[in-house]
């Protein structure tokens, strides 16, 4: 308790005389700020005549207590050292504050005012009485005490009455001179002693500062390496705030290192309290709350006092210390938390050895339940669910984020799924192959680890807090923070930690942390210490891994894992039920794979795929299929048996998920769950295995999963409508070719084609080739504007869309080629005459019946179209009409001989096309039935010898295109 400047109590020694005026009485008028005499507190000693005393608030704990600087009267002490005397003592000056500090700091004193007021400036004169150390009954004039063991002098010797102005001396009389006649009799004493300044070599102290005159860092070490139990003794001699102090060296094992009276900035360890304003500022800057508070706290207990200290470090600018002040009855910083004087400081706490961690946690926490000081508006964290639950680990997202199926939860929908982060933890951040951006070191080793501690198994997780995480623009997402554990391990985030994967967060001092926060640190400071992964010096050099999902590359592979039958691989990512992508640990590479034999419903497509417009329609139980596959295989060790490649590069086989009684074909287990069906080529040309068969047959009788719908509805368009011609043999040229087996022509000697060309050369002699405006909507006709290689012309052209750069998508119908124009140049209104309603649009469009070729994205597509052209282009051809179906007219082409092999035959002997389906829709001509057997016949040819597309033998059907 802060003792009152008060009227000393009664007591049993005589009072003081009262020293008459010395001065004239117009000159006595002062301002009073201590009363004659009384009773405080001594706060700090500034030299060996100077002390500050402290009196009590006027209401205790709102406003600061009194303080008043005291000055021994008639006598001084050497100067201390400062900036003023280049840091450097007067002789004698740190003993003397010395003895005084040690003697009265912290204890009531009683003093008597000598003068004060405008006359003294802004401190007070006077006389400071306590009791003798040795005999309670008597009482020491510090003043006196102080000459006769040499650490002040007298400034009037022998009584003298002469000039007394120097210390404002307010009067004189006996008093005086008994007074005087003590100092005199008590430096006779000092001289004779030969003490303090009266010693041959009175101590001249150097003051040294650190980040100067030594380095903060070799304090650390020194102390360390030469103090007993690592602690060095201080004197704290300032307080900037709570938990900054300003220290000075006075242990004398340093003194063979050079370090004593060493001066260095503290910061308290693991605290961290408010900034202290300052007032000299222009403009003045005020103290955060409670910051004054916590100041005044922390000098009644440390200020003057010489504690021990442990040092632990430095911050970043390697001037200040950061260490723990060890008081004789407790830790200073629990004390301060405690009281809400301060928050735990995350950066400095990690400094600190883990066993005294604790008790500033438990401090802070009873402060924040209490609403003390700095947490007076503190509210726990609310959680949106519960801070407590269990699930089963379904995919691990990166090195701290899980994705988490509840207990008791059916898997039915991706909602159902939790994302969890672990709470302060920061894994290595992978990167992002679109922007170039390359993964942080042992991102991939961190989230293989945390993939093999937790996927498929059942975790507990315990939610520490939530935060919003920004997912883009004006979008963020609510994601939990906790501590998970599995099994016999309690926090797998302490484990990545202690194995160098990953590193604690670095929060803000008023943030959530994890319930474990204290452990994690202490993992990384062990970590730290054996330099262990993230924390290595060596340099990191990461695995490369071969990526086959380039078709080139994943041929060249296929035959090594054909031949290396069953091999362990871990599936990476799920596309569909079927289709996934593996990492194949023995051949280092990645690979995409598909289940042989079967195929599942598409499920719906992901934001990527809608975003770049290559989105599909989702089948029925497309998505159940797919889920059934993350469930059960994503991120699991599996056996793989590879049997194929499909001219995309993907890899074909079975797959066997589980081990021991619970290994089990995979695609038996879709197949009986209703959820994926045998490819029925597979089962009419009587290669699909029999335990598919039976799955599949017990599925239907059950009605399972797809089988429990009347229909299945397949992910193509509807029956085509077929319009049956009367086979006609046409004379026709091509005009543009699409594909192997698309294209458009136009009859020889068709006279709609000699009048539309003559209108619109015509047209474009009367209108120029300037554009002009023209309503632009989709399936309308218009003119455009084509450079056909001799001049620009005008032709006959039908709106398909609008590109997002502003320019018109258009087909010419009299040609069957497409361009992309400019609305302003290239685009005009048409003759009414000249429209298609009047004269019809004279290219027609065709495929060559009943056969399939791949698409021009891929090397066979591009051959077929090649052979197509080469064979077609630029000749009089025989066509036989089958009829149309959708716009296209279903053609059997021959070169000049109808009786000759057509050039459906020959693409399909070459191995470029592929059968197709006989539809029902099409009836029983006899022409699509020879030349179904034809093509048949030479495709079991071309099929035999592994030409073109049969390279790699039998071809999947997710890998064929669809039939035109």
């Not at 500022?281 to 005044?296: G, H, I, K």
């Not at 089948?619 to 991120?635: I, T, V, W």
């Not at 554009?771 to 504007?785: D, R, S, V």
């Not at 066979?860 to 282009?873: C, H, L, T």
Request: proline fraction near 5%.
């Amino acid at each position: 308790v802060v003792a009152e400047i008060l009227p000393p109590p009664q007591t049993n020694r005589p009072p003081k005389p009262k020293i008459s005026p010395h001065r004239p009485q117009s000159q006595l008028i002062m301002v009073t700020i201590l009363p004659n005499r009384g009773t405080a507190k001594i706060k700090s000693v500034l030299s060996g005549d100077t002390v500050v005393l402290l009196g009590r608030s006027s209401v205790p704990g709102t406003t600061k207590a009194p303080e008043v600087t005291f000055t021994f009267e008639r006598v001084t002490a050497p100067r201390m050292a400062s900036k003023a005397n280049s840091n450097v003592d007067d002789p004698g000056a740190f003993s003397s504050r010395e003895w005084l500090r040690n003697l009265c700091v912290g204890k009531t004193v009683t003093f008597e005012t000598r003068k004060q007021g405008a006359s003294a400036g802004d401190r007070v004169y006077g006389l400071l009485f306590m009791p003798d150390p040795t005999d309670n009954t008597k009482e020491w004039n510090l003043s006196v005490e102080s000459v006769r063991r040499g650490f002040c002098t007298p400034k009037v010797l022998g009584g003298d009455k002469a000039d007394d102005d120097a210390n404002g001396d307010s009067g004189s009389g006996d008093a005086v001179e008994d007074y005087e006649q003590l100092l005199h009799i008590a430096y006779k004493e000092a001289v004779a002693a030969r003490v303090g300044v009266h010693s041959a070599n009175p101590l001249v102290r150097k003051l040294m500062n650190a980040g100067d005159e030594f380095e903060a860092m070799s304090l650390v070490e020194k102390v360390k390496r030469i103090c007993t139990n690592g602690t060095a003794t201080c004197v704290i001699e300032y307080i900037f705030d709570g938990s900054r102090f300003r220290c000075i060296v006075t242990d004398p094992e340093l003194e063979s290192a050079g370090l004593l009276y060493g001066s260095f900035t503290l910061i308290l360890a693991g605290v961290s309290c408010p900034r202290v304003g300052n007032p000299r500022l222009n403009p003045p800057t005020p103290s955060e709350p409670f910051a004054d508070a916590a100041r005044e706290f922390v000098e009644l207990r440390l200020l003057q006092r010489e504690l021990k200290v442990t040092l632990n470090g430095t911050d970043k600018s390697g001037v200040c210390l950061v260490g723990t002040v060890h008081h004789p009855r407790g830790s200073i910083g629990s004390e301060i938390l405690k009281n809400g004087l301060g928050r735990i400081s995350d950066w400095t706490i990690r400094l600190m050895s883990p066993g005294d961690v604790p008790p500033l946690r438990i401090a802070e926490n009873a402060a924040k339940r209490a609403n003390l000081g700095v947490f007076e508006s503190y509210t726990p964290p609310t959680l949106s669910g519960a801070s407590e639950f269990t699930g089963t680990v379904i995919e691990v997202l990166s090195g701290d984020t899980l994705m988490i199926l509840p207990s008791g939860e059916t898997y039915d929908d991706e909602s159902k799924l939790k994302k969890v982060s672990l709470a302060s933890i920061r894994a290595p951040r992978a990167g992002n192959d679109r922007t170039g951006k390359p993964d942080e070191p042992y991102a991939t080793e961190c989230k293989e680890r945390l993939r093999v501690l937790t996927v498929g198994k059942v975790a507990k997780v315990n939610v520490d807090y939530e935060k919003e995480i920004p997912m883009g623009p004006n979008n963020t997402e609510k994601r939990q923070f906790g501590t998970i554990s599995v099994g016999k391990r309690a926090d797998v985030g302490e484990l990545l930690i202690a194995e160098g994967h990953a590193t604690t967060q670095r929060h803000r001092d008023d943030d959530e942390k994890s319930s474990r926060y204290d452990e994690l640190l202490a993992a990384e400071s062990i970590t730290i210490a054996a330099a262990k992964g993230v924390h290595s010096e060596k340099e990191y050099k990461k695995k490369t891994i071969n990526d086959l999902s380039d078709p080139k590359k994943a041929k060249t592979y296929a035959g090594a894992l054909q031949r290396a039958g069953q091999t362990k691989a871990i599936v990476d990512y799920v596309f569909n039920g079927s289709r996934v992508k593996l990492f194949v640990p023995s051949e280092n590479c990645y690979v995409m794979f598909a289940l042989s034999n079967i195929r599942c419903p598409q499920p719906s497509p992901n934001q990527a795929a809608i975003s770049r417009g290559q989105a599909r329609p989702a089948e029925p139980f497309g998505d159940e299929s797919k889920r059934h596959a993350r469930m059960n295989l994503q991120q699991r060790q599996v056996d793989i048996v590879c049997t194929g490649v499909t001219q995309g590069g993907v890899m074909t086989g079975d797959l066997y998920v589980g081990s021991g009684a619970q290994r089990r074909n995979y695609c038996i287990e879709l197949v009986a769950s209703g959820l994926a069906t045998v490819d029925q080529r597979k089962i009419d040309y009587g290669e699909a295995p029999k335990d598919l068969i039976d799955a599949q047959t017990a599925a239907q009788n059950n009605k399972l999963g797809i089988w429990s719908i009347k229909q299945v509805v397949k992910d193509v368009p509807k029956s085509k409508s077929f319009a049956k011609a009367d086979e006609l043999v046409l004379d026709i040229q091509i005009s543009e070719i699409r594909s192997g087996n698309h294209f458009f022509f136009r009859a020889v000697d068709d006279e709609s084609a000699k009048v539309i060309d003559d209108g619109m050369k015509i047209f474009s002699d009367q209108n120029g080739t300037n554009g002009a405006p023209c309503e632009i909507k989709n399936g309308k006709i218009l003119a455009a504007l084509f450079n056909d290689g001799s001049s620009n012309s005008w032709y006959r052209a039908k709106v398909l869309e609008k590109t997002d750069d502003g320019k018109i998508k258009v087909l010419f119908v009299d040609h069957g080629n497409v361009a992309t124009v400019s609305p302003t140049t290239h685009l005009r209104p048409l003759d009414v005459a000249l429209g298609t309603d009047q004269i019809p649009a004279v290219a027609k469009e065709a495929v060559l019946a009943l056969t399939k070729v791949r698409t021009l994205e891929q090397d066979d597509g591009i051959d077929a179209a090649r052979m197509f052209q080469g064979m077609a282009w630029g000749k009089d051809l025989k066509a036989r009409m089958h009829g149309e179906a959708e716009g296209q007219v279903l053609v059997t082409l021959y070169d000049s001989d109808i009786d000759s092999p057509s050039i459906n035959e020959k693409m399909t002997a070459e191995g470029l096309a592929r059968v197709g389906t006989l539809d029902r829709s099409m009836g029983s001509s006899n022409s699509l039935a020879k030349l179904m057997k034809d093509l048949k016949k030479v495709e079991d040819k071309a099929r035999s010898t592994r030409k073109g597309i049969w390279i790699y033998g039998e071809i999947p059907e997710e890998d064929e295109p669809e039939r035109p």
